[in-house]
């Protein structure tokens, strides 16, 4: 049974930073995507950074220079590292597992997802 737990999420004020995390259990594929969506209320999910089994990475456009995504395999976590936060990053943020491909910050058609982590960010 693949399951994703994320944390890490809180309130921060802008400018701050967030590293979130997402452990990752029963997830057995040699390839694979692995990425963090958000959604802010009364707007689409977003792909915001994804990592592939490679180590190559991709980000949205809106978060290039200010989040870094990466994994420790030992640890089966990905995280995110999240500098300078605006006010439109606040969002729920889901991990995510595909055995797809990626562009522009999103895993595609992801199967598995976590149950997500709150970011806020506030003035």
């Not at 309130?11 to 995507?33: K, P």
Request: proline content about 2%; glycine content about 14%; aromatic content about 14%.
């Amino acid at each position: 049974q693949v399951q994703l737990v994320e944390s890490g999420g809180g309130s921060v004020q802008a400018g701050g930073s967030l590293r979130l995390s997402c452990i990752v259990s029963g997830y057995t594929y040699s390839n694979y995507c692995m990425g963090w969506f958000r959604q802010a209320p009364g707007k689409e999910r977003e792909g915001v950074a994804a990592i592939n089994s490679g180590g190559s990475k991709t980000y949205a456009d809106s978060v290039k220079g200010r989040f870094t995504i990466y994994q420790d395999n030992a640890k089966n976590t990905l995280y995110l590292q999240m500098n300078n936060l605006k006010l439109e990053d606040a969002a729920l943020y889901y991990c995510a597992a595909s055995t797809w491909g990626f562009s522009s910050g999103s895993c595609y058609d992801p199967a598995y997802w976590g149950q997500g982590t709150q970011v806020t960010v506030s003035s």
